[in-house]
């Protein structure tokens, strides 16, 4: 055997281990997270886990209710907001805008999916922060059960976070729903336009019906980012331990920011660690289905992100 | 409704909506630009800060946090490239790109892009705790490796696979090996790409805060080896933003503002290298 195909095949042996270490990954971090968190599940039942509200670790109470809940709240109102502009917005640049303005504005929304989240987190807090205290101020005196504060607010809230996220997101979900509206094919189009129907007709009734589980798909990927998102929500958010949010304008404490918060102090309590890795592999858990279930159904539309 | 009222109405609500969010990406970056151009002095980019941020030390600069932040990301990209590199080149069809394999990796590429970085934060503290590595930049380079990797892997896929299979098949004709077809045509047929994914990476890399909380740490000094804690830049953000004190916010702001230039010049170099080396494609 000459020294050429030696070195073909040792190559061909390298690669394709480092493939199959980056296909199994995923599953490593599973494992070494479930691994570590195995104590704390064999130690409290996860009713009490799920549904305890109290979160006193010196006391050995691990309830991640509120933190779940907040997390839920915050990625929630986020979608409010992004779901229908971001999804609008790639249906205009999809189908109505030039070419000039689209080539400008494409390779600006993508520019700005790279901007670092603590970047964003900043202008929430220079901007958003702020202008929410002034909302909050004025829609206290109407008397709105879930617009109201439940004390004096600050602006760092649940509000603030979900703003901050929804511009965070805007980007991905306007990128993938814009390619999954240019890959219907324009027969779709052309065969509505020709019975007379309008241009919104046919993108109501026939463009958007066939990229539907498409536009979904997008739409869970930017859950998915806002669900797992830290640090801009950690810095707008607020913050406050054994408390459930009564209004938008009251603090929240999502799962990541448990994480980052308490991982300093966490080996000198038992069980501490355990809990926190849990939080890690519940958020995992969640978001590896989120994203597993918009992949495939990316892949079954045979997108460009398949 | 009257059709053509109908559409007259979406069409505005849709305008109304790009307004809205190209307005607010775009306030995004006024405001950083605003707060961090002012503090933008020489001083402030060549000195590292003093005195301890939590102790209201106000001089000094952001040095420290430039530093930090250049390792991490060079460090990382430099061993994501190692391990990106050769995982895309072997799903291509000539390797295992036909088989089921190929299409799980894929998959499981595209899962790991959407787990968050402190998940992978909480793992790396985890095993660094396990081989007692404490918080350092050898902690963060690691984690941020990973980090970038099926964004750099899945990125390289996308272009390798657009290399034409005829093009291959002239080189093996010729009686070349698949490392040699490989190496000389598939990876400098695709260079523009694996360059855009490199520095996709890069800028991933080099933004993160969240895994780099949990495995690098900050300090004010810089990091004399690789397992020495280091500050970076997106830290150095999130810390100094909420200090007291104004000057140490200030950092904050030209910190941002560094991490903004760096992230954009790396989109505008990844779009004229693509349009540059673009002439040298066969397609």
């Known amino acids: ?306 | 409704m009257d059709r053509l009222l109908e559409e007259k109405f979406f069409k505005l609500l849709m305008l109304l909506s790009l307004a809205i969010v190209v307005g607010s990406l775009f306030m995004v970056v006024t405001v950083i630009v605003w707060k961090g151009a002012p503090v933008m002095t020489i001083s402030m980019l060549t000195q590292t800060s003093k005195g301890g941020y939590y102790l209201g030390g106000t001089e000094g600069g952001i040095l420290n946090a430039i530093v930090g932040s250049l390792y991490l990301g060079f460090g990382s990209m430099f061993l994501a490239l190692m391990i990106s590199l050769p995982a895309a080149l072997a799903l291509q069809k000539d390797y295992i790109g036909r088989t089921k394999a190929a299409y799980y990796i894929r998959l499981s590429l595209d899962i790991l892009w959407g787990i968050p970085s402190i998940v992978y934060g909480a793992f790396g503290f985890i095993v660094m705790l396990y081989f007692g590595v404490k918080a350092s930049l050898l902690g963060g380079i690691i984690v941020l490796t990973l980090l970038q990797m099926p964004i750099m892997i899945r990125a390289m896929d996308e272009v390798i696979r657009l290399v034409p299979q005829e093009l291959k098949e002239a080189s093996y004709t010729l009686g070349a090996t698949k490392l040699e077809t490989t190496a000389a045509v598939v990876v400098r047929q695709a260079l523009p790409g694996i360059l855009t994914a490199v520095l996709l990476g890069f800028g991933r890399g080099i933004g993160d805060a969240a895994s780099i909380l949990l495995t690098v740490n900050y300090t004010d000094n810089l990091p004399g080896s690789l397992l020495d804690s280091a500050a970076s830049l997106p830290l150095a953000v999130f810390f100094l933003l909420s200090m007291p004190s104004p000057e140490v916010q200030q950092r904050a702001y030209a910190s941002a503002l560094v991490l903004l230039i760096i992230v954009l010049a790396l989109s505008i170099t990844s779009r004229y290298l693509s349009r540059r080396f673009m002439k040298n494609i066969i397609r």
């Open chain 1, 1 to 306: 055997m000459n020294i050429r195909k030696l070195k073909d095949i040792i190559a061909g042996r390298l690669i394709l281990a480092s493939a199959i270490f980056s296909g199994l990954l995923v599953f490593i971090i599973a494992a070494v997270l479930y691994s570590r968190s195995i104590s704390i599940l064999s130690a409290k039942s996860l009713s009490e886990l799920f549904l305890g509200i109290t979160w006193l670790p010196s006391q050995g109470e691990f309830g991640f209710y509120q933190f779940i809940l907040g997390t839920i709240y915050v990625t929630a109102l986020a979608m409010v907001f992004a779901i229908p502009l971001g999804t609008l917005s790639a249906i205009y640049l999809a189908e109505y805008a030039h070419e000039s303005m689209r080539s400008k504005i494409l390779p600006l929304i993508d520019m700005l999916a790279g901007i670092p989240p603590v970047v964003y987190g900043m202008f929430g807090v220079l901007i958003i922060v702020p202008l929410v205290a002034d909302i909050a101020r004025v829609s206290g005196k109407l008397g709105i059960p879930g617009l109201t504060a439940g004390s004096y607010s600050t602006g760092f809230s649940l509000l603030a976070g979900s703003v901050v996220l929804a511009i965070m997101i805007f980007p991905i979900i306007i990128s993938i729903s814009y390619e999954v509206l240019r890959s219907v094919p324009s027969e779709v189009r052309e065969a509505s336009l020709s019975l007379g129907a309008t241009r919104w007709q046919t993108i109501k009734h026939a463009v958007i019906r066939t990229a539907l589980p498409g536009l979904a798909a997008a739409v869970i990927l930017g859950f998915s980012r806002a669900f797992g998102e830290t640090i801009a929500v950690l810095m707008v958010a607020g913050i406050a331990l054994n408390n459930i949010p009564s209004s938008v304008f009251d603090a929240v404490y999502p799962l990541p920011a448990l994480i980052a918060l308490n991982y300093g102090e966490m080996m000198s309590i038992p069980l501490y660690d355990s809990a926190l890795l849990l939080a890690a592999l519940i958020l995992m858990a969640i978001i590896l289905i989120f994203t597993l279930t918009a992949r495939l159904i990316l892949i079954r539309m045979g997108g460009a992100h398949g």
